[in-house]
């Protein structure tokens, strides 16, 4: 779609090409794009890292895509227009093509951000949250209720009582599977089994806890927590 649109309207200099050659310069490159949008976003960026770190998952993901594809519209660039390869070419493209990927990382981080991640669940057998051997040792065996973020602290909240632990909320969301809960706020991850209430309030909704805590929830985790059962 993105590449017939450039192609379509010439952009960055390609309207002096004929639309079958622009066709095929703008598809090309929209398709290596997405290929190493799709690796880099796969082993680089980590899903968290969307909300919790959003300016360096665009950074990175900028650099990462638009470094090679900026190596390649100028080999494209050569092809179709002809001359040779010259590091001068590469510096003309670069700006532009810098540009232009990151502003489509940030529409697709936008676009992204409006479905939050599904709750967290394992099939039967599976092993036990990573998260759980980083309990203190008074807490050793305790069922985990909730995650808080404090500062560069979490609170875990276990059936044998709270404690803090250094590490960040976005690590920790990695090592959460094997667990049935799911994020209901920026700081917050809540497992569903400790859900025994439901408060709604001024338009917003507050998950009480078996332990007396209440979790809140932020209104972009409310319709995902509404369709998967949670309330």
Do not use: C
Request: charge should be positive; aromatic fraction near 6%; avoid cysteine.
């Amino acid at each position: 779609m993105v590449g017939s649109v450039l192609a379509a309207a010439g952009g960055f200099g390609t309207d002096a090409m004929p639309l079958s050659g622009r066709l095929v310069y703008w598809l090309s490159l929209v398709l290596i794009g997405t290929i190493l949008g799709r690796v880099g976003g796969r082993h680089l960026i980590r899903r968290p890292w969307l909300e919790t770190r959003p300016v360096t998952a665009v950074i990175l993901l900028t650099l990462v895509i638009g470094l090679p594809m900026t190596v390649m519209a100028t080999l494209a660039n050569m092809l179709f227009r002809g001359g040779h390869f010259h590091l001068t070419q590469m510096a003309e493209v670069a700006p532009s093509v810098l540009l232009t990927t990151g502003g489509m990382i940030i529409l697709a981080f936008m676009v992204q951000g409006r479905t939050p991640a599904e709750t967290l669940s394992s099939p039967a057998g599976a092993p036990s949250a990573r998260l759980l051997d980083r309990l203190p040792e008074r807490l050793a065996g305790a069922s985990l209720w909730a995650v808080e973020a404090q500062d560069h602290y979490l609170r875990l909240h276990t059936s044998k009582g709270d404690d803090l632990i250094l590490m960040r909320l976005a690590d920790a969301l990695e090592e959460l599977e094997g667990i049935e809960g799911a994020r209901t706020h920026r700081s917050w991850w809540v497992a569903r089994d400790a859900i025994i209430g439901v408060e709604r309030a001024d338009g917003r909704a507050t998950l009480s806890l078996i332990n007396g805590v209440a979790a809140p929830v932020s209104r972009n985790y409310v319709k995902s927590l509404r369709d998967a059962g949670w309330f």
